[in-house]
């Protein structure tokens, strides 16, 4: 049974940080893209950053770059996305997801999906 199951997410003072790490069971981690994705109150869902199965080619989204960093240790099933110099505009509830091998920025693309963890940023 696929299961990805995020966490780290809290409440966190405008221009503060949070890691948040997506552990990853029931498939081999290491064979899939892996990709974080954000949906605000009222907004569609939003591509955050992706990475490959390697870890060795990595997407942001535009308003994510210079900010926020994706990594991956496959040892552990475990995706991290580290968000630095947080907005407010970044209040989300943020999920993972998980691809097959090619890495996408799309979120119709992703086929396992974690429940999600919110993320709340005071101005």
């Known amino acids: 049974q696929v299961q990805l199951a995020e966490s780290g997410g809290g409440l966190v003072q405008a221009g503060g940080s949070l890691r948040l790490s997506c552990t990853a069971s029931g498939f081999i981690f290491s064979n899939y893209a892996m990709g974080w994705f954000r949906q605000a109150p009222g907004k569609e869902r939003e591509f955050v950053a992706a990475?490959?199965?390697?870890?060795?080619?990595?997407a942001y989204g535009d308003s994510q770059k210079g900010r926020f960093t994706i990594s991956r240790d496959n040892g552990k099933n475990t995706v991290y996305l580290q968000m630095n110099s947080l907005l407010p505009d970044d209040t989300a509830v943020y999920y993972c997801?998980?691809?097959?091998?090619?890495?996408?920025?799309?979120?119709?693309?992703?086929?396992?999906w974690g429940q999600g963890t919110q993320v709340t940023v005071s101005s």
């Open positions: 997801a998980a691809r097959y091998r090619i890495i996408s920025t799309q979120s119709t693309d992703f086929g396992a």
């Open positions: 990475i490959n199965w390697s870890g060795t080619n990595r």
